[in-house]
Nanobody
Framework: QVQLVESGGGLVQPGGSLALSCATS????????MAWYRQAPGKERELVAS???????YYGEFVKGRFTISRENAKNTVNLQMNNLRPEDTAVYYC?????????????????WGQGTQVTVSS
């Protein structure tokens, strides 16, 4: 059962822009820190950006103001706007949700991953 559905990948020229989206259920979205990771061939998966349920954001150092992560609460969606893309941004981009729930004395976290969407930056 697919819990996270990604869209928006593709081929773009250096300096161009792409927008990724990740949709999920309301139950998962309301209780999750949402994040985007990426994995290039031969490299480890790395955190691109994350956003908490309160809207606090974190970005990987390599983003350097080029990417923006945002939550669309009405659509249970997290978006990643990527500008000024570089060839080194080429990777499969994955959406991740860390859903935290339960009473304070017994908090549980369940992690969900999307299937990934390819982003290729090339002239």
């Amino acid at each position: 059962q697919v819990q996270l559905v990604e869209s928006g990948g593709g081929l773009v020229q250096p300096g161009g822009s792409l927008a990724l989206s990740c949709a999920t259920s309301g139950r998962i979205f309301r209780t999750s820190v949402m994040a985007w990771y990426r994995q290039a061939p031969g490299k480890e998966r790395e955190l691109v950006a994350s956003v908490t349920t309160f809207g606090s954001t974190y970005y990987g150092e390599f983003v350097k103001g080029r990417f923006t992560i945002s939550r669309e609460n009405a659509k249970n969606t997290v978006n990643l706007q990527m500008n000024n893309l570089r060839p080194e941004d080429t990777a499969v981009y994955y959406c991740k949700a860390d859903s935290t729930f339960g009473p304070v004395e017994d908090v549980r976290t369940v992690t969900y991953w999307g299937q990934g969407t390819q982003v290729t930056v090339s002239s």
